[in-house]
């Protein structure tokens, strides 16, 4: 493999610096791009990550079932990324600051410092610019000495400029003295071949001089952060060549586009960590439980053969027939176990049935999760009981965070130019019973709206604009056969609007910033609640977001509505009309999944949003006529 390659080469080891454990699982995972102190280096797939005895084990039973692992692993903040997190130097191009020569990695002296120039040998070599990256998410380095020789132009006489590669090729990065675009850099051979970048991103590929004339750059099928290689397919063929590969593109080595993490959110209930929780839903009660099913028996005669029972069932012997009996009733109402919870609208519904109920179960003597959420009535008065059904504050609240994979070029959820779904990135080789994971501790208020104030908002005039948007999203997911994992309906949408307005007011009023606020919508039948959550302090809670539930929430309602009235960009945002857009307009699917929506008015942070910006709508909230703010 290329890290052991390179260990073998001199003494210097990747390393992704001081990466927090929540970058390891956002911005920094594996296949991604870190910028160090002395170096670019990729992060490597979880199967060569080592020292997992250091890691902290997590538990979530019903995530564990939508990702079909066992456990889950967070990166001990105790050690350093570089003794746990193994890396490869990528791109393996870099260039001198004092002579511009490009170097590849493996020509080059390499010690504790990183690589330098072999001319210069006090000077690092910097990163190489730009990679090249495919649909698939394929992903190499950018041919230089080829592309210095595959210039399309012509010289003042009119010959053309490019030629074959010279026998002892030498090339230099130069330019961006008379701007910074990257359009003005060139790579230069000491031949005097040379060739501008601009040239380099285009999608239709890299064009490349050879012995037959001008050729198109087929895609390597290289995923380094996996030590892999295969052919790489088409995504969609062409009828006269179905073996044809995907052809890749020129992108700078910082571009956001190269890494797009997909993350699922949970809330951590306590009750999920008791033993007698962990049992009843194991696959181990399962197989007998179907027995005691079918004999007829009920919960109490079960805990009684639990406990008569011996080796399999030894964890909870210590309990009581009464304890596991209540457990167990406790169960049994709940609508669904965790072999039934398979999308994050599943997971949804459950944790919208323990935070509306507000029953905890007892916590286990070592439950070391037994404080993770804390939920606290607010008492509502008359006025407020006109808008909400329920208002609890969370002071304590605990979210875990999962890395299932990620994406390139195109954000999770997106379509690409061939109009169908991304192409996922798996994060490891061999299937493994993990995945990375952090854990994040903060304070939240969960809302429950008033049936009868939501059915006076939702009249015909909001259902009807509504459900254009909720056709526009069905349209986008057949045309990418990629189906949400949230239920987007009017009333979701609707929630989703407000729920945007309000984040933006809590962060004035918090002292925390937008983006590390979140939120998660319940909406369905049985569900009309937002949970606005942050985790950005730490250990703990600094109380700023739960204050606001002391005798300011109508008043956060209120100045969160009025203040929407009014968008830079009105009129044109508010005129927006999701019928018009769907019946007039040339834009596709995915580009219709928004009304009266913009970064002047609702957008949020990706961190803050759980659906990247979309289903949202302005006015069926601060229209005169018929919005929210006429309820207020």
């Not at 239920?487 to 918090?510: D, G, N, T, V």
Request: net charge negative; aromatic share 10%; charged share 30%.
């Amino acid at each position: 493999m290329q890290a052991e390659e390179k260990k073998e080469q001199s003494e210097w080891q990747p390393s992704p610096g001081s990466t927090r454990p929540t970058q390891l699982i956002t911005t920094h995972g594996p296949g991604s791009f870190v910028q160090t102190e002395n170096d670019s280096v990729m992060v490597l797939g979880i199967d060569f990550w080592s020292h997992k005895e250091e890691y902290i084990k997590k538990y979530h039973l019903y995530m564990q079932n939508i990702t079909k692992k066992d456990y889950f692993l967070m990166p001990s903040t105790s050690e350093p990324s570089s003794r746990s997190i193994p890396c490869i130097s990528f791109p393996t191009w870099g260039y001198c600051r004092y002579c511009k020569w490009l170097q590849l990695h493996k020509d080059v002296p390499g010690s504790d410092k990183g690589f330098v120039c072999t001319a210069h040998p006090n000077q690092p070599l910097l990163p190489a610019r730009l990679v090249t990256v495919c649909k698939r998410g394929h992903i190499d380095d950018f041919p230089w000495i080829e592309w210095a020789h595959s210039n399309k132009g012509k010289d003042k006489d009119g010959h053309p400029l490019a030629r074959p590669i010279c026998e002892s090729p030498k090339v230099f990065w130069k330019g961006g003295r008379s701007s910074s675009s990257i359009s003005n850099w060139f790579v230069e051979c000491e031949c005097g071949a040379r060739n501008y970048m601009g040239a380099a991103f285009d999608t239709a590929g890299i064009q490349l001089y050879g012995d037959n004339g001008f050729y198109t750059l087929g895609c390597s099928g290289k995923s380094p952060w996996l030590d892999k290689q295969e052919v790489c397919k088409k995504i969609k063929p062409e009828d006269d060549d179905e073996n044809s590969t995907e052809l890749p593109i020129g992108i700078l080595g910082r571009s956001t586009s190269l890494y797009y993490s997909k993350i699922l959110r949970g809330i951590i209930i306590p009750q999920l960590a008791h033993p007698i929780i962990k049992y009843l839903q194991s696959e181990n009660f399962a197989i007998k439980n179907e027995e005691w099913i079918l004999d007829g028996l009920t919960n109490e005669e079960k805990a009684q053969k639990i406990l008569r029972s011996h080796e399999e069932f030894r964890e909870i012997k210590k309990y009581t027939i009464q304890d596991i009996t209540e457990f167990m009733d406790k169960l049994s109402t709940r609508e669904g176990s965790s072999s039934n919870i398979k999308t994050e609208s599943d997971l949804k519904k459950i944790e919208y049935e323990d935070l509306m109920h507000n029953e905890n179960f007892p916590p286990g003597e070592d439950d070391e999760d037994e404080k993770e959420i804390m939920i606290k009535d607010v008492q509502l008065d008359d006025e407020l009981k006109k808008y909400f059904k329920v208002v609890r504050r969370l002071d304590i609240l605990t979210a875990l965070e999962v890395q299932r994979y990620f994406t390139r070029l195109t954000p999770p959820g997106e379509i690409n130019e061939q109009g169908k779904k991304e192409i996922i990135c798996n994060i490891e080789v061999r299937k493994q019973p993990w995945l990375p994971c952090v854990i994040k501790k903060g304070e939240g208020i969960f809302l429950v709206f008033n049936e009868n104030f939501i059915k006076n908002c939702m009249n015909k005039d909001v259902e009807d604009r509504l459900n254009e948007l909720v056709t526009n999203h069905k349209e986008w997911e057949e045309l990418t056969e990629w189906p949400s994992n949230i239920e987007i309906s009017s009333q979701y949408i609707f929630l989703h609007s407000l729920s945007h307005l309000l984040i933006k007011e809590f962060a004035l009023r918090s002292g925390y910033s937008e983006a590390s606020i979140s939120e998660r919508i319940y909406s369905s039948d049985n569900m009309c609640g937002i949970l606005i959550y942050t985790t950005s302090s730490g250990d703990g809670s600094l109380g700023g977001l739960v204050r606001q539930t002391q005798g300011k929430l109508l008043e956060v309602l209120e100045d969160s509505l009025r203040k929407a009235k009014v968008c830079s960009r009105d009129p044109i945002c508010l005129l927006t009309d999701p019928k018009k857009m769907r019946l007039e307009s040339k834009l596709p699917p995915h580009l219709r999944q928004n009304a009266s929506a913009c970064y002047g008015c609702m957008l949020l942070p990706e961190t803050s949003c759980e659906f990247f910006n979309k289903m949202l709508d302005r006015k069926v909230l601060v229209d005169p006529n018929y919005g929210l703010i006429k309820m207020i």
